[in-house]
């Protein structure tokens, strides 16, 4: 894993190297993941830039760039970053345990985002939720840019059941996907003799 220029808006630069490392059950594919928290080089809103960012030639390479801000005028979020390693292939199906049982409950309303590379339009690759798909097969079409997918979901309409926790599902189905995250907003309202507390 070779280092990379991170570039803020100012135009101040820093060589980032990895500060973990992992790579995959298979050593003969050579799928590797090199993470790196660049937090104390952020200058707030503008264009940051990655550079220089060199793989094998018979590699393919990428990077996804996390940010996660505090707003003041939302209440206060509570943040988990899951992070692993696994090459999806087609006609095999995928799951990540976002939420355990008992973690969500009856009566909440919330948004899942997810976000993604290598998308083909009409392939039909999809993301589900405990099995349910979210969008009808949309999912992985390239939306967002070339072959690249960010997508956003209401889900009240699932009206998932919280001893079931939270399930996402990916369906490569006809191609190779490179999935790099998924965001999960919940906003949980509780009933009360007092009245509703969100």
Known sequence: AKKILFRAPSGKEWNVKASRFEMSDDEADGAYLAISDVGRMMEGKGIYKVRNLETKPDRFGGYTWIGIYENP????????????????????????????SGQIMNGWTSRVSTFGGDG????????????????????????????????????EKFGLISDKGLTWSIDPLLQW??????????????????GEKK
């Open 120 to 155: 083909k339009a009409g392939n039909g690759s999809s993301n589900l939720l405990n099995r349910m798909a979210l969008s009808g097969g949309e999912d992985w079409d390239g939306s967002s840019g070339d072959k690249w997918d960010v997508d956003s979901y209401n889900i």
């Open 73 to 100: 005028n939302v209440s206060k979020r509570h943040i988990e970053l899951k992070v692993g390693l696994a090459k999806l292939k087609p006609g095999e199906l995928y799951e990540a345990k976002i939420l355990e």
């Open 177 to 194: 996907l490179y999935a790099a995250g998924i965001v999960v907003q919940i906003d949980l309202s509780e009933k009360n003799r007092g």
